[in-house]
């Protein structure tokens, strides 16, 4: 099997993964471990693994001092206030909500990249941020059934949104990092310093878990999160990097969704109606207006 079908095989698993997290992690946090204390263990988890992935790899460049600062930054926005307001709205919302919020990334980045980096955009991708933020507000204010698994819908969706926007500034920041150094010795780094800002919000939550009152499936299911929707994932997403157009990769983020909703259904942890396919619509339209040159020219 040639390099491209494996990257591709890749990046439909870590869709995969992604997909069925939303709502693994829910029910997690739904019985035995608060978000921020999850929140804990899958970073602290990852940056376990990483560090010690980071013993094997030799002869590459080590950080820069004046580097440092740039992934103090990037942490804060890709794994910090990321991860802590994902899995925080996570528990407040239902999965296929949150799983729909998250593919407004591309819009945010778009929108970042013109504040930011000053990259113009065209009339019909300002028109497309402006259709997929439409649709992200009628989820976050009106996405909801009677019957949902949601404590507090608005304010859930609305932190899942904030995650999106939090992850968007990151892959902005980030862009210049990750071609500067090998992918392990920087993500070591990133999450030594994203533990950092995450541990005041966590140790209490972690501190607090009962260990052994938890069902084994509950660590299961921890250690999935921690090991495959972290670790795996990411590098499997830096072996499709490898082979194919960043273009090609990020069109696989409509995926998630998709599953997110399918495993929802199957597993009854969440339901479909009407506005939610309406704001879906208009999220899913907004992003193909904004990544439509792209999609033309990707592999």
């Known amino acids: 099997?040639?390099?491209?079908?494996l990257a591709l095989i890749a990046l439909f698993i870590a869709?995969?993964?992604y997909g069925v997290t939303f709502t693994i992690a829910k029910e997690v946090m739904n019985t035995h471990i608060h978000p921020f204390g999850f929140i804990f263990i899958r970073v602290g988890g990852a940056m376990i693994i990483f560090w010690i992935l980071g013993l094997f790899i030799k002869g590459e460049k080590s950080i820069e001092k004046t580097d440092f600062k740039k992934i103090g930054l990037a942490a804060f926005f890709g794994v910090g206030l990321n991860m802590l307001t994902f899995f925080k709205g996570l528990s407040f919302t239902t999965p296929i909500s949150a799983s729909v919020i998250m593919v407004t990334t591309p819009i945010l980045v778009l929108i970042f990249s013109s504040i930011i980096i000053k990259e113009k955009i065209p009339n019909y991708r300002i028109t497309g941020v402006i259709i997929g933020l439409v649709g992200a507000v009628l989820l976050i204010v009106y996405g909801h059934v009677s019957e949902d698994k949601a404590s507090n819908r608005a304010l859930g969706n609305f932190l899942v949104?904030?995650?999106a926007a939090s992850y968007?500034?990151?892959l902005v920041l980030v862009k210049n990092l990750i071609v500067k150094y090998h992918p392990i010795i920087f993500v070591k780094w990133l999450y030594l310093a994203g533990f950092i800002f995450i541990f005041?919000?966590?140790i209490s939550e972690f501190l607090n878990v009962s260990w052994q009152e938890m069902p084994s499936d509950i660590y299961f299911k921890v250690g999935f999160v921690v090991l495959f929707t972290t670790c795996i994932n990411y590098l499997f997403n830096l072996f499709a990097l490898s082979k194919l157009k960043p273009t090609t990769v990020s069109v696989f983020i409509y995926l998630q969704p998709v599953i997110a909703t399918i495993y929802a259904l199957i597993v009854g942890s969440d339901q479909l109606n009407f506005i939610k396919i309406i704001a879906s619509i208009f999220i899913f339209f907004g992003v193909f207006?904004?990544?439509?040159?792209?999609a033309i020219t990707a592999n």
């Open 15 to 17: 869709a995969i993964i």
């Open 1 to 5: 099997m040639n390099p491209r079908s």
């Open 168 to 170: 968007a500034m990151y």
């Open 289 to 294: 207006l904004v990544t439509k040159q792209a």
């Open 161 to 163: 949104f904030i995650n």
């Open 200 to 202: 005041p919000f966590g």
